[in-house]
């Protein structure tokens, strides 16, 4: 069976025909550990260019199987390209009870043996699943550009934008599941089509796929979504450097370049109308003279484009993020995103220039294979993520 084409629009007679023939089973995969999933539910989260699915999984050990060391995640390719974060976590005890135990999340090395393509990452279990036993499992994964305009230009801005979202009614995984039930949850209720299969229930802006039963491993069912969003911006490019002096303050530099990642806007603007930047100065009290503090507006029009990049810089007490290790080196603890919420960065570089006079400088990140790049100029460390 080939994978349908995650941005192939059909016609909707046939394609609701290739949705009801498009769930397909495999057993060619065999389950690790003799685990199956109980029961599984998950929740689509729509915001913007960004989907946030969170997977809650009641998985069970074979009684006669050994010690389940981990539980395999399966994504499709697609997915898997437009993945920013996967995280797992296991949770223990009821009500108020609740323990969460962060788990290690990596890729497996038993995709090559899942059928159409699909992509395994291992959720490791520090203390092993006995046989008989069984656990919940809470998982959250983040993809970026998860939706297609549709159409990609309009001509005037009174119309409706309009995009696509493509995922499957049922849960991808190398696991018998024995109830599964599928949730999307849209940022308003105007709705313009959604994909009916049996059963399909909406409330408002919810959409319900399931309660499915006895669902075989690396079983998919295709389901689009079509819907209204209003615009919003997507960051080119990113470009921030962090200058650390010997005492003062932290001075930070954020260069922007934006654009609208929805729908082209046809015709001509009398005017742009990029993001700008409103400085507070006279705000500042003396209780809080050491921060510079901004508010950025932003009013993303349809087919803008920011051109030139803009600036936005703010400066941070050195006494709050500058602190010293058990071995006596110094570590500045900063966080690695940006201020705007449900933003996508498509590329994101930040630049530390360190003091005069330091040594073996080192980039600790939380995320896999940072490409981090270290040199020396004339007289300062820089540290490029």
Request: hydrophobic share 40%; glycine share 4%.
């Amino acid at each position: 069976m080939t994978l349908p084409t995650r941005r192939t629009l059909a016609n909707p007679v046939v394609a609701l025909l290739l949705l009801l023939l498009s769930a397909v089973s495999s057993s060619s995969l065999p389950p690790e550990d003799g685990i199956r999933i109980i029961s599984a539910e998950k929740q689509i989260h729509l915001t913007g260019p960004i989907a946030r699915v969170i997977l809650t999984l009641e998985v069970e050990n074979a009684a006669a199987a050994t010690d389940a060391s981990r539980v395999l995640l399966a994504f499709w390719p697609w997915e898997v390209e437009h993945l920013a974060i996967v995280r797992a976590t296991r949770v223990e005890g009821k009500h108020r009870k609740k323990a969460h135990e962060p788990l290690r999340v990596e890729p497996s090395d038993l995709t090559a043996a899942t059928p159409n393509g699909a992509c395994l990452f291992s959720a490791l279990l520090s203390t092993h699943l006995k046989p008989g036993e069984a656990t919940t499992l809470e998982v959250l994964y983040v993809l970026t550009h998860a939706v297609d305009p549709y159409p990609a230009a309009i001509v005037g801005r009174s119309e409706s934008q309009l995009v696509y979202y493509h995922d499957s009614a049922v849960l991808l995984t190398p696991y018998h599941v024995l109830e599964q039930a599928t949730y999307i949850k849209l940022p308003s209720n105007r709705i313009e089509s959604i994909t009916m299969v049996d059963p399909t229930s909406r409330a408002g802006a919810e959409i319900k796929y399931g309660t499915y039963y006895n669902q075989m491993p690396i079983t998919y069912l295709r389901i689009s979504v079509c819907y209204e969003v209003g615009p919003f911006a997507v960051v080119e490019k990113l470009e921030r450097k962090v200058d650390i002096p010997c005492q003062g303050h932290i001075k930070v530099t954020d260069q922007y370049k934006m654009r609208h990642d929805v729908a082209w806007y046809k015709r001509i603007f009398s005017r742009p109308e990029c993001p700008r930047i409103w400085p507070l100065a006279n705000t500042l009290s003396s209780s809080i003279k050491d921060r510079l503090y901004f508010t950025l507006l932003q009013g993303p029009r349809y087919g803008w484009h920011c051109t030139p990049s803009f600036t936005a810089g703010y400066g941070l007490p050195l006494e709050d993020f500058l602190f010293e290790s058990v071995d006596g080196r110094r570590y500045i603890n900063l966080t690695f995103g940006i201020p705007q919420l449900d933003t996508v960065v498509d590329d994101f570089a930040t630049t530390v220039i360190l003091p005069e006079g330091s040594k073996n400088p080192q980039a600790i990140v939380h995320f896999p294979n940072p490409q981090a790049i270290v040199h020396f100029p004339t007289k300062f460390w820089k540290i490029i993520l």
